[in-house]
């Protein structure tokens, strides 16, 4: 039977490049061998923007990795070259500090990261 500290929360892009990369990161970094993925186009636009009916969808299953799973960490991830958050670097970031405030905020109890996955598909902690 697996632990409920085997559990974190990942709020990331449904790209499947990034996964790899950020499933090895989190393992290498937590060792925390399950992570609960929570995929969306461009997640951290919907943050930024407050598009509601996804970040709804986003809390739902947060919500489940938390409770359910006792996961104590979320990671919300952005990336390079992202279809559903086409813009620039500097900007991604930007939303990417915006959607780690916002976790923040509605999850006072858990760990909140960022992470950036580079254009060599390279994890980078946030803060």
Not at 24 to 36: C, L
């Given at each position: 039977m697996k632990s409920k500290t085997d559990f974190?929360?990942?709020?990331?892009?449904?790209d499947g490049r990034i996964q790899h990369p950020v499933m090895?990161?989190?393992?290498?970094?937590?060792?925390?061998?399950?992570?609960?993925i929570v995929t969306?186009?461009?997640?951290v636009r919907a943050f930024f923007e407050g598009n509601q009916s996804v970040l709804?969808?986003?809390?739902?299953r947060v919500d489940i990795s938390l409770n359910n799973h006792g996961a104590?960490?979320?990671?919300?991830?952005?990336?390079?070259?992202?279809?559903?958050?086409?813009?620039?670097k500097n900007?991604?970031?930007?939303?990417?500090?915006?959607?780690i405030e916002t976790l923040r905020q509605k999850y006072p109890e858990a760990?909140?990261?960022?992470?950036?996955?580079?254009?060599?598909?390279?994890?980078e902690e946030i803060q």
């Open positions: 974190t929360c990942v709020v990331t892009c449904m090895e990161w989190i393992k290498e970094k937590t060792g925390i061998p399950y992570p609960d969306e186009a461009g997640p709804e969808s986003i809390y739902k104590k960490d979320i990671f919300i991830v952005a990336h390079h070259d992202c279809a559903g958050n086409p813009v620039e900007e991604q970031l930007q939303h990417l500090k915006k959607s760990k909140v990261s960022g992470l950036w996955v580079n254009e060599n598909w390279e994890v």
